[in-house]
């Protein structure tokens, strides 16, 4: 499938989202949110990808939020339509089953920094810089930031972020958990890489399972969750791979994962 604002490369079991607007640093305009829908709605069906890497186009930017001049243009009713599908899109990822790891190459701002959060894990080379300034247009993060950055980090930076409009660099990013690491740029995307392919090297039905019982943290009690997790646990002892995984153990061999 052709997009106009994405460039969708396959590398092995992974795939490379690029968001590709870099004259406007990858700001998010209606297109490119509905191919972003698009295409990870393409990519949760898709067997033989087990991993996902979310970039920007360019040295400068991830992605620096939403289009400023389609914003300017809503009104009451039009902002909560425009903030409910924003949720959805960000929910399609974070709930996509197959790891996705943010690549964040530069400015994350705005929806940037909120789609770097729906992401399970986020490295950034060390010009990124994150940021929620929504504060500075007279609106707030409107795509689950404010609920995914409080969850995130501690919530009184989480609110200082959200209320002063700051940007913070890579380093602060790392030293707060916003993020995971951080590289040169040069090296970002063959660490992500790296990452992926050992990610995808795992049972996946494993990895999936696990995906899903971490997601599920914030939506229940503690009691619930471990409920879940039993669940999960319990379907991945159905598993062929969980067979094999423990059988090569013992048998002091590398495991041969069939994925099933
Ligand atoms: N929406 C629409 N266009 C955007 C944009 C956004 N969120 N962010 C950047 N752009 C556009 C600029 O308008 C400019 O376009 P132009 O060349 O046609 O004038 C181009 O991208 C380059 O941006 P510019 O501002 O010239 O780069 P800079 O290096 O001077 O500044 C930023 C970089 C990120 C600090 C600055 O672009 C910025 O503050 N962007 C908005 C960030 C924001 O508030 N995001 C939250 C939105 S909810």
Do not use: W
Not at 54 to 61: D, I, M, S, V, W
Not at 79 to 107: H, M, T, W
Not at 215 to 235: P, T
């Amino acid at each position: 499938m052709n997009y106009q604002n994405l460039i969708v490369e396959f590398k092995a079991k992974t795939a490379v989202v690029t968001i590709n607007r870099p004259d406007k640093l990858n700001a998010l305009n209606k297109l490119t949110m509905e191919e972003l829908y698009s295409v990870f709605s393409m990519l949760k069906n898709d067997g033989n990808i087990y991993v996902v890497i979310l970039t920007g186009a360019g040295e400068k930017a991830f992605v620096a939020g939403a289009d400023i001049s389609e914003l300017n243009q809503l009104d009451m009713i039009a902002g909560r339509e425009f903030s409910e599908r924003g949720q959805q899109v960000f929910n399609l990822i974070e709930n996509l089953d197959k790891p996705v790891i943010a690549a964040v190459n530069g400015f994350a701002l705005g929806g940037g920094c909120e789609l770097s959060l729906a992401c399970h894990i986020r490295i950034a080379s060390q010009n990124a810089k994150f940021g929620q300034p929504e504060v500075n247009l007279g609106i707030i993060p409107g795509y689950g930031g404010t609920q995914r950055l409080t969850r995130l980090i501690n919530s009184g930076r989480a609110m200082e972020l959200i209320l002063t409009g700051d940007m913070i660099d890579a380093n602060e990013a790392l030293r707060i958990g916003l993020v995971n690491h951080v590289y040169p740029q040069n090296e970002l995307m063959d660490k992500a890489l790296e990452m992926a392919n050992k990610i995808s090297s795992k049972a996946v039905p494993a990895v999936r399972l696990a995906v899903k019982s971490v997601n599920i943290v914030d939506e229940v009690s503690s009691k619930e969750g471990q409920l879940y997790e039993a669940a999960m646990f319990a379907l991945c002892c159905g598993t062929e791979d969980f067979k094999e995984g423990t059988k090569a153990f013992l048998e002091k061999r590398k495991p041969e994962f069939k994925n099933k």
